[in-house]
């Protein structure tokens, strides 16, 4: 005698479907709200976040740093200027040497920012005010 089975409710059909889609969705969001930390910056999101700042940092040698970014690219340092550029999505900077030195430029956090020589963090900074 074949056992006599009822069809599933349709909240048991339901709830697993809402489950993943619930699921999937959260996955989504959390992509998204991380997407925009720890990309790398365009040329022209380098000039509209980091020029008109202050950054205060360190790069991997140990040497620390304070300079102001001016729009027009000016650098200024305790004792010193240079100058910045932007080429192909990288911040180039020039001290008076003719030797420019480019770093790409990621986004840590809100105010964080790291140098990149290729894909390897170079140095570090903390974007602030200008003055």
């Known amino acids: 005698m074949p056992i006599k089975t009822s069809p599933a409710p349709p909240t048991a059909r339901i709830l697993p479907t809402l489950w993943l889609?619930?699921?999937?969705?959260?996955?989504?969001?959390?992509?998204?709200a991380t997407a925009a930390e720890g990309e790398r910056l365009s040329g022209d999101e380098i000039?509209?976040?980091?020029?008109?700042?202050?950054?205060?940092?360190?790069m991997a040698s140990g040497q620390q740093y304070d300079e102001v970014y001016r729009q027009d690219g000016k650098i200024e340092g305790d004792g010193y200027t240079g100058q910045?550029?932007?080429v192909d999505d990288r911040m180039c900077f020039d001290y008076g040497d003719g030797q420019p030195t480019c770093y790409g430029v990621r986004q840590d956090g809100?105010?964080?920012?790291?140098?990149?020589?290729?894909?390897?963090?170079?140095?570090?900074?903390?974007?602030?005010?200008?003055?």
């Not at 889609?21 to 998204?32: E, G, S, V």
């Open 21 to 32: 889609a619930t699921t999937l969705a959260a996955l989504a969001f959390a992509a998204t």
């Open 47 to 58: 000039q509209q976040q980091v020029w008109g700042h202050r950054v205060q940092g360190a």
């Open 84 to 86: 910045a550029t932007i």
């Open 110 to 131: 809100d105010e964080g920012i790291e140098w990149l020589d290729g894909d390897e963090v170079v140095g570090e900074g903390e974007l602030s005010n200008a003055e």
